[in-house]
DNA sequence: CCCTGATTCGC
DNA sequence: GCGAATCAGG
């Protein structure tokens, strides 16, 4: 690829602001984009479109709201929980990671893999492909690899 | 314990 | 301008 340090392409900001605008918080923006989530909120801020108040707003509601409407699932810690439970009774990964199926984005379906592969915009940019679970975004692999919970210290990258 | 977004500040 | 470190809130 021609581009070694593409940083922020028209395309990723165009990722950014669709996935802003789609609600995903700052944590799954950056793992789908494939930046730290200090990157997605710092260029956020730059854009000024932080939501600021709105999140907490947004989590206040979530969190005072299910007396009656006890249906959702609060989920987050869960997932976080079953992830580490996952990682420390499982040895082997959950799930391999091959690029046999990847694609365009035009050829992306409701249960393929949207992990991006390479640099958005670059000739070669394309999609893992490979069946993602109902609802997910990624393959189990990648799943491990996006959603990887862990301290406030730097540890995600690529 | 862990999460979230926001700001700071060195690069 | 960028983002890791830090801050602030939950």
Redesign the pocket.
């Known amino acids: 690829m021609p581009v070694l340090s593409p940083?922020?392409t028209n395309e990723r900001i165009e990722l950014l602001k669709q996935h802003f605008e789609a609600g995903?918080?700052?944590?799954?923006?950056a793992a789908d984009i494939g930046?730290?989530?200090?990157?997605?909120?710092?260029?956020?801020?730059?854009?000024n479109l932080?939501?600021?108040?709105?999140?907490?707003d947004r989590?206040?509601e979530r969190?005072l709201a299910p007396a009656r409407a006890q249906r959702a699932v609060p989920r987050?810690?869960y997932e976080?929980l079953a992830t580490?439970y996952a990682e420390t009774d499982t040895p082997a990964v959950a799930g391999p990671i091959d690029d046999a199926n990847r694609c365009t984005l035009l050829e992306l379906a409701e249960n393929r893999c949207r992990w991006p592969i390479s640099t958005p915009g670059a000739e070669d940019f394309c999609f893992c492909g490979n069946s993602a679970a109902d609802g997910q975004s990624y393959c189990a692999g990648h799943n491990r690899l996006a959603y990887?919970?862990?301290?406030?210290?730097?540890v995600m990258?690529g």
């Not at 932080?50 to 907490?56: G, H, I, K, L, P």
Request: charged content about 30%.
């Open positions: 940083t922020w995903l918080s700052c944590r799954e923006i930046v730290s989530r200090n990157a997605v909120i710092g260029k956020l801020s730059r854009l932080t939501r600021s108040r709105a999140v907490e989590r206040l969190s987050l810690q976080m580490i990887r919970p862990n301290s406030r210290t730097r990258r």
